[in-house]
C-alpha cells in the first residue's frame, strides 16, 4: 500500500496561521476512521471546535482546490455548522484499496460582530480494511494476456455479493467509466453473437468479406466485429453476474494492473432507499504490462520563475512541468513539499490564499501563480519550492526544485503588496482595512486612490457610512470603507478597483467570500398525492413527499401538523412489524428511512389532507408557509348489501299463471355496486312447505326464454340473475305443472346476493304462495253397493 507524505503541508498550514489562531479554536481532532468502500459520518467525538454554540456563528468550509487532499473520497456538505448534527457531515470512500489514509483540508471561521477569525487545519481519515463486506472477491483472477486482450467474463466465479436476500431488498450493480475514470487502460465490453459461418456448399462471395476472419481485439483501439462496448451501467446484482460482461485492453503501453470501480446499492423496495452501499475496485492483471512508472520531469522545463517584485506571477509549463506515460497529464498532481521561506503559490480563482497542490490542468491554464512578498528590498532576492508528482495511481516523482528569483522595482506606478480579500457571513458588512489590501507606491503614496470600476454584485460600498465609490489610501488606513451584503443567498462577490497615482494606474480584484446563514426556510420539491385504498395503511416515501433547505442538513428538517387529517392519521414505525403510534409530526430522516405511514380509519370518507409548516435545525428554527398534502382514498366494497326498505320477499300467484318478480318482492342494494352487477344466485330451488317436499314446486325463469308468458314446460329453471333484470321484470315464477289440489300451497326458494368486490349474503328466503284455481270438471261418484250392482 502507498501512503502519502504531508509534512511540507502541515508545515504551509503552521506558518500560514496568524498569531491570532493560538490558541486554536479545535479542541479535538482525532481524525476519522472509515471502513474502505464504505462511509461513515463525523461526530463530536471526532472533531469538536471550543467555540460557544450561544456566542458566535461558526462556520466549517471544506477546501476544494487542493487535489492532494480527498484523493479517495469526498467529506460532505462543502459548508456545515461548527456544531453540527449527528448524521449530518459523511465521508464517503470510493473504494480504492491502494492507500490506508485520506486527509480533508478544513477551513474554520469564526463571525463575530465586527471581525472574522480563521483557522485552516487538516483531518485525517485512517481508512480500515472492511470486516463484513457485501463485495466479495474470490481468489480467481481477472486478466488480460495481451495488450488489447479481452479478459474472461465476470461471474460468480469471479465475484459474489453477500447480503440477506429479502422480498423487500434490492441489490443493483452500478459502473460509471466517465465519473470513476476507471477502467483507465481499457473499456467494458460484451461479446455479442458471431455471424453463421459459410457452409461448405456455399462459396465464399454469398457472404460480405467484413464478416470473415474476425478477431475479439481492438488493434488502434477500433472495435471488431463482435464486440459492444458498455458504458455506465445499472443492473440488477444476479443479472450482472449472467450478462457476459468482460474488460477489454484498449491503450498500451499501460501499468500491468488496472481497475474496475463497482458500487452496490442495496435499496429497500419499499422506501426506495438506499439501506447500504458499498464500492470496491476490481483489479484487472495485464499480464504484457510493466509495473506503474512514476512521474518524471519534463526535459523542456526551466525550473526557474523570474518575479517582479509584489506583481502576482503565473507559472507555466515552460517553468515547471513532468511526464508520465500511464496517466493523462490533466490528472497528474503536483504537492508543494517545501514551500518558499516567503511569499506563496495560490490560485487565480482565489489569490488571497496559498495552495499546498495542485494540477497539471490548472498549471496548464496558467491558474498557478506565484505571490511575492508585501516587503522591499533594493537586492533581487531568491527563493525555492520543492513539490513531488503524483499520478492516477498515487506514484510519486522524485523531489523536484523550482528556482524564484524576484527582481527589485523600478517603477513609480502604484502597486498592490497585500491582498487577503474579505470573509463575511451571509448578510454582513465589514470594513475594508490596511491589513486586508496593502498599496505601495514610490513617489507618493498619499496621492493614490482607489475608484470601483466592476463588481459589486451583491453589496456594495460605503464611506463613513455613506455611498461610496472613490477612496484614498488614508481612508484604508483608516478603516473607514465597508462593504455591506445584501443577504441574498451568494457565496462570492468581488471589488475591482481602478488605482491611480495621477500619472500611472492599474486594475486590481479584491475578492469577497461569502459563507452562507441559516436564514432562509425550507422549500417543499416534491408534493405528490398520497392515493391509496379505502382502510389502508400506506408508507410516504421520499419520491411523494421531500424538502430541501439551502442553508442546513436536509435530513433534520421537520414537518410540523399543523392541521391532522380527518380520515385517518399520520403514524411512525420505528420497526417493521412493530405498530404504529400517531404523530404530531415528523423529520426528513424519518422519511428517507420509510417509517411514517399515512393510516385511513376506514370509514366512508375518500377525500382527506393534511397541513404542515416545514422547520430547519436552526435556533430558533426558520418556518415555511403552509404546506397542503392531498390524500385521495379509493373506496372498497367491504359493505355487504342491504335490503331496500318496504320488500317483501313474498309474492301470490294463481296455480294456472305466471308472475313476475318486481322490485316490490325483491330488491337489495350496494352503495358501491351498480344494479347490473349485484348478483343473485338460487341456492335451493322451489319447494313446498308441506308434506309434499318431493314433489315439483315450480321454478324461477327467465321471461326472454319462452315465446309467450304462460305456464310452459320447456322454459327452463333460471339458477342466478342480477338486480336490473328483476327491476326491468325480467324474471318470473312459474307454478308447477301438475294441479295443487283444492287448498293453497305454500312455496319457498333460499338464495344468496353478492355485489361485485364478492361481499355475499347467504341463506336468504323468499316465500311463494300458490292459489287454486277451479278448472276441473267434476267426476260423479257412486256407493260401493252401487257399483257392485252395476
Known amino acids: 500500500m502507498l501512503s502519502l507524505s504531508w509534512t511540507g503541508l502541515e508545515v504551509l498550514l503552521l506558518l500560514l496561521l496568524p498569531s491570532w489562531t493560538s490558541p486554536s479554536f479545535i479542541s479535538i481532532n482525532h481524525g476519522l476512521r472509515v471502513m474502505k468502500g464504505s462511509s461513515a459520518f463525523l461526530s463530536g467525538d471526532h472533531l469538536k471546535f471550543a467555540i460557544p454554540k450561544e456566542k458566535d456563528t461558526c462556520k466549517v468550509e471544506v477546501v476544494m482546490n487542493e487535489p492532494i487532499t480527498q484523493r479517495v473520497g469526498k467529506l460532505t456538505p462543502q459548508v456545515f455548522d461548527c456544531h453540527f448534527l449527528p448524521n449530518e457531515v459523511k465521508y464517503i470512500h470510493n473504494g480504492c484499496p491502494l492507500l490506508n489514509e485520506d486527509t480533508v483540508k478544513l477551513r474554520l471561521y469564526r463571525f463575530t460582530e465586527t471581525d472574522t477569525f480563521t483557522e485552516t487545519f487538516l483531518l485525517r481519515v485512517y481508512l480500515l480494511e472492511p470486516d463484513c463486506n457485501i463485495i466479495h472477491m474470490s481468489n480467481n483472477v481477472l486478466e488480460v494476456s495481451e495488450f488489447y486482450g479481452i479478459s474472461r467474463t465476470i461471474d460468480k466465479n469471479l465475484l459474489r455479493f453477500d447480503y440477506e436476500r429479502t422480498a423487500s431488498l434490492e441489490c443493483t450493480v452500478r459502473l460509471d467509466p466517465v465519473e470513476t475514470r476507471l477502467p483507465a487502460h481499457g473499456q467494458m465490453v460484451l461479446v455479442e453473437p458471431r455471424p453463421e459461418e459459410p457452409r461448405g456448399d456455399q462459396p465464399h462471395s454469398f457472404f460480405p468479406a467484413s464478416q470473415l476472419g474476425t478477431e475479439l481485439k481492438c488493434p488502434g483501439g477500433s472495435c471488431a466485429l463482435g464486440l459492444k462496448k458498455i458504458g455506465g451501467l445499472k443492473?440488477?446484482?444476479?443479472?450482472?453476474?449472467?450478462?457476459?460482461?468482460?474488460?477489454?485492453?484498449?491503450?498500451?503501453?499501460?501499468?500491468?494492473?488496472?481497475?474496475?470501480?463497482?458500487?452496490?446499492?442495496?435499496?429497500?423496495?419499499?422506501?426506495k432507499i438506499i439501506y447500504k452501499s458499498e464500492t470496491a475496485w476490481l483489479p484487472i492483471y495485464i499480464r504484457a504490462g510493466f509495473p506503474n512508472q512514476i512521474p518524471r520531469t519534463a526535459f523542456m522545463a526551466m525550473f526557474v520563475l523570474e518575479v517582479d517584485q509584489f506583481i502576482l506571477t503565473s507559472l507555466t509549463t515552460s517553468?515547471?512541468?513532468?511526464e508520465e506515460d500511464e496517466t493523462p497529464k490533466p490528472l497528474l498532481v503536483f504537492n508543494i513539499t517545501k514551500a518558499p521561506l516567503q511569499g506563496y503559490l495560490t490560485h487565480l480563482l482565489d489569490h488571497t490564499r496559498p495552495i499546498s497542490s495542485f494540477t497539471w490542468k490548472d498549471l496548464s491554464d496558467m491558474q498557478i501563480a506565484y505571490q511575492p512578498p508585501n516587503s522591499s528590498h533594493s537586492e533581487r532576492r531568491h527563493y525555492q519550492v520543492e513539490l513531488e508528482v503524483y499520478d492516477f495511481f498515487f506514484e510519486r516523482s522524485a523531489p523536484i526544485t523550482v528556482h524564484i528569483s524576484i527582481r527589485t522595482a523600478d517603477t513609480n506606478a502604484p502597486r498592490v503588496s497585500w491582498n487577503t480579500g474579505l470573509n463575511l457571513l451571509e448578510g454582513q458588512s465589514r470594513a475594508i482595512?490596511?491589513?486586508?489590501?496593502?498599496?505601495?507606491?514610490?513617489?507618493?503614496?498619499?496621492?493614490?486612490?482607489?475608484?470601483?470600476?466592476?463588481?459589486?454584485?451583491?453589496?456594495?460600498?460605503?464611506?463613513r457610512g455613506g455611498k461610496g465609490f472613490f477612496f484614498t489610501v488614508a481612508d484604508l488606513q483608516a478603516g473607514v470603507i465597508r462593504y455591506h451584503h445584501d443577504d441574498s443567498d451568494s457565496i462570492k462577490d468581488f471589488v475591482v478597483f481602478r488605482i491611480f497615482d495621477g500619472y500611472h494606474s492599474i486594475h486590481h480584484k479584491f475578492p469577497i467570500n461569502i459563507l452562507p446563514k441559516d436564514d432562509s426556510p425550507p422549500f417543499l420539491i416534491i408534493n405528490m398525492v398520497i392515493e391509496l385504498d379505502e382502510g389502508q395503511t400506506v408508507l410516504i416515501q421520499s419520491s411523494m413527499l421531500r424538502a430541501s433547505d439551502m442553508d442546513s442538513s436536509d435530513d433534520y428538517i421537520f414537518f410540523n401538523i399543523t392541521k391532522a387529517p380527518q380520515a385517518g392519521e399520520i403514524m411512525k414505525k420505528p420497526l417493521l412489524g412493530q405498530v404504529g403510534y400517531a404523530v404530531p409530526g415528523f423529520l426528513q430522516r424519518d422519511l428517507f428511512n420509510g417509517i411514517i405511514f399515512y393510516r385511513h380509519f376506514g370509514g366512508e370518507v375518500f377525500d382527506d389532507s393534511f397541513e404542515f409548516v416545514l422547520w430547519d435545525s436552526h435556533e430558533p428554527p426558520n418556518l415555511s408557509v403552509p404546506q397542503v398534502v392531498i390524500i385521495h382514498i379509493s373506496p372498497v366494497d367491504d359493505q355487504l348489501p342491504k335490503e331496500a326498505p318496504g320488500v317483501s320477499r313474498h309474492l301470490v300467484v294463481k296455480e294456472t299463471e305466471v308472475a313476475y318478480i318486481t322490485k316490490k318482492h325483491l330488491h337489495f342494494i350496494d352503495t358501491e355496486t351498480f344494479d347490473r352487477e349485484l348478483l343473485y344466485t338460487i341456492t335451493v330451488p322451489p319447494f313446498f312447505n308441506s308434506s309434499?317436499?318431493?314433489?315439483?314446486?315450480g321454478k324461477l325463469f327467465m321471461v326472454d326464454s319462452i315465446p309467450k308468458l304462460t305456464k310452459n314446460p320447456a322454459a327452463p329453471a333460471v339458477?342466478?340473475?342480477?338486480?336490473?333484470?328483476v327491476n326491468y321484470m325480467k324474471v318470473a315464477y312459474m307454478p308447477p305443472m301438475q294441479d295443487i289440489g283444492p287448498h293453497l300451497q305454500h312455496v319457498q326458494f333460499t338464495f344468496s346476493v353478492t355485489n361485485q368486490h364478492g361481499g355475499t349474503l347467504h341463506g336468504i328466503c323468499f316465500n311463494i304462495v300458490i292459489l287454486p284455481v277451479d278448472n276441473q270438471v267434476p267426476e260423479q261418484c257412486f256407493p260401493r253397493w252401487e257399483q257392485h250392482l252395476l
Open 235 to 271: 443492473v440488477n446484482c444476479e443479472e450482472f453476474l449472467l450478462m457476459g460482461l468482460r474488460y477489454q485492453h484498449k491503450n498500451p503501453p499501460s501499468p500491468n494492473i488496472d481497475y474496475i470501480a463497482i458500487q452496490v446499492d442495496l435499496t429497500d423496495s419499499r422506501s
Open 319 to 322: 517553468v515547471l512541468d513532468c
Open 433 to 463: 482595512t490596511w491589513e486586508h489590501l496593502q498599496i505601495v507606491d514610490n513617489d507618493n503614496i498619499h496621492a493614490v486612490q482607489l475608484v470601483t470600476v466592476d463588481g459589486l454584485q451583491h453589496g456594495q460600498l460605503t464611506l
Open 692 to 697: 309434499h317436499r318431493h314433489l315439483d314446486a
Open 719 to 725: 339458477r342466478s340473475f342480477t338486480q336490473n333484470a
